[in-house]
């Protein structure tokens, strides 16, 4: 890439051809980008990140190192994955079986953390914000937003800000303060929060 390239690719990157890649973009040592794959603005692939060609990535995305985001995965805006974290696409892999046609769809929702080591089974969707803390194994269940999954099997351990702080000390209404930003968060219905000081399509 030359210096008026809109994004940066490290020379020991492998970018194929056709993949569209964002303005402000960086792809990092040893990266592979896949024809077809999709990046958008501001997005960091660290060293040894695999992208497969139908994957996409939203705005703002930060891949650590030594992941591989395969088939069937959508990274929406302003995720997060940590280093080594895994993705699969088929449920019941075998070698002498193909299943390129039946790969499940997983999904993470934007402002979403996935914890170093982390396991995402496929067929999931992660809710908004959800944070899936480090070596947690997530099997085929929907993560709601702003929640907090630890464990193998992961299970769910209370709600996190969007800053990524644990919610605890609900007043008498149930009302839970971020303590960075000071933001209100209430269970909206069971097993649902929101906040009650911020749209959750807003940027910070």
């Given at each position: 890439?030359?210096?008026?390239?809109?994004?940066?690719?490290?020379?020991?990157?492998?970018?194929?051809?056709?993949?569209?890649?964002?303005?402000?973009?960086?792809?990092?040592?040893?990266?592979?980008?896949?024809?077809?794959?999709?990046?958008?603005?501001?997005?960091?692939?660290?060293?040894?990140?695999?992208?497969?060609?139908?994957?996409?990535?939203?705005?703002?995305?930060?891949?650590?190192?030594?992941?591989?985001?395969?088939?069937?995965?959508?990274?929406?805006?302003?995720?997060?994955?940590?280093?080594?974290?895994?993705?699969?696409?088929?449920?019941?892999?075998?070698?002498?079986?193909?299943?390129?046609?039946?790969?499940?769809?997983?999904?993470?929702?934007?402002?979403?953390?996935?914890?170093?080591?982390?396991?995402?089974?496929?067929?999931?969707?992660?809710?908004?914000?959800?944070?899936?803390?480090?070596?947690?194994?997530?099997?085929?269940?929907?993560?709601?937003?702003?929640?907090?999954?630890?464990?193998?099997?992961?299970?769910?351990?209370?709600?996190?800000?969007?800053?990524?702080?644990?919610?605890?000390?609900?007043?008498?209404?149930?009302?839970?303060?971020?303590?960075?930003?000071?933001?209100?968060?209430?269970?909206?219905?069971?097993g649902q929060l929101r906040c009650l000081d911020h749209p959750e399509d807003a940027p910070l």
């Amino acid at each position: 890439m030359n210096d008026e390239a809109p994004y940066f690719v490290h020379p020991t990157a492998v970018v194929d051809a056709p993949a569209t890649i964002g303005a402000g973009s960086k792809i990092w040592h040893f990266a592979h980008v896949s024809s077809g794959a999709t990046i958008g603005k501001r997005c960091t692939l660290g060293q040894n990140v695999f992208l497969a060609p139908s994957v996409r990535l939203g705005d703002n995305v930060k891949v650590q190192n030594n992941v591989s985001v395969y088939d069937g995965v959508e990274l929406e805006d302003d995720v997060f994955c940590g280093p080594s974290c895994v993705f699969t696409n088929v449920k019941n892999p075998r070698s002498e079986v193909v299943r390129k046609g039946q790969y499940a769809r997983t999904l993470v929702r934007r402002g979403a953390t996935i914890g170093a080591n982390a396991t995402i089974v496929c067929g999931t969707t992660i809710g908004r914000f959800a944070f899936i803390a480090a070596g947690a194994v997530v099997t085929a269940r929907d993560i709601p937003d702003y929640a907090l999954m630890v464990g193998v099997p992961a299970k769910q351990d209370g709600w996190v800000s969007r800053h990524g702080h644990r919610l605890i000390n609900p007043d008498a209404d149930g009302v839970m303060r971020c303590p960075e930003s000071g933001w209100r968060y209430q269970e909206a219905l069971p097993g649902q929060l929101r906040c009650l000081d911020h749209p959750e399509d807003a940027p910070l």
